[in-house]
Nanobody, 125 residues
Framework: QVRLVESGGGSVQAGDSLRLSCAAS????????MGWFRQGPGKEREFVAG????????SYADSVKGRFTISRDNAKYTVYLQMNSLKPEDTAVYYC??????????????????WGQGTQVTVSS
């Protein structure tokens, strides 16, 4: 069982930046993919970014490419989502997720097995 705990959400203005963190309890994540998803008001949960723990391959949703960056710190068992140039449409609850397969090009939340509790990001114009 992998426990994931997100932090770093908040309320910001359009154009600001935020960094989300996801701390994992599991110490054997070598073959895992970590992902960030989000669910906006009245919307379904959608893929934002993914990264393989072992070699750091990444993937991004088109809506965040060039603005968001996913990274990991192996020593701290933590995954980050750096969000720059935030827009009001980025407002959502952001979730960290994990799946025990090393493939970041999987975009459905049904393919992820472990989830954090979510952290709210609100961007005002």
């Amino acid at each position: 069982q992998v426990r994931l705990v997100e932090s770093g959400g908040g309320s910001v203005q359009a154009g600001d930046s935020l960094r989300l963190s996801c701390a994992a309890s599991e110490r054997t994540l070598r073959s895992y993919t970590m992902g960030w998803f989000r669910q906006g008001p009245g919307k379904e949960r959608e893929f934002v970014a993914g990264i393989t723990w072992y070699d750091g391959r990444t993937s991004y949703a088109d809506s965040v490419k060039g603005r968001f960056t996913i990274s990991r710190d192996n020593a701290k068992y933590t995954v980050y989502l750096q969000m720059n140039s935030l827009k009001p449409e980025d407002t959502a609850v952001y979730y960290c997720a994990a799946r025990p397969y090393p493939n970041p090009y999987v975009y459905s939340d049904r393919n992820y097995d472990y989830w954090g509790q979510g952290t709210q990001v609100t961007v005002s114009s």
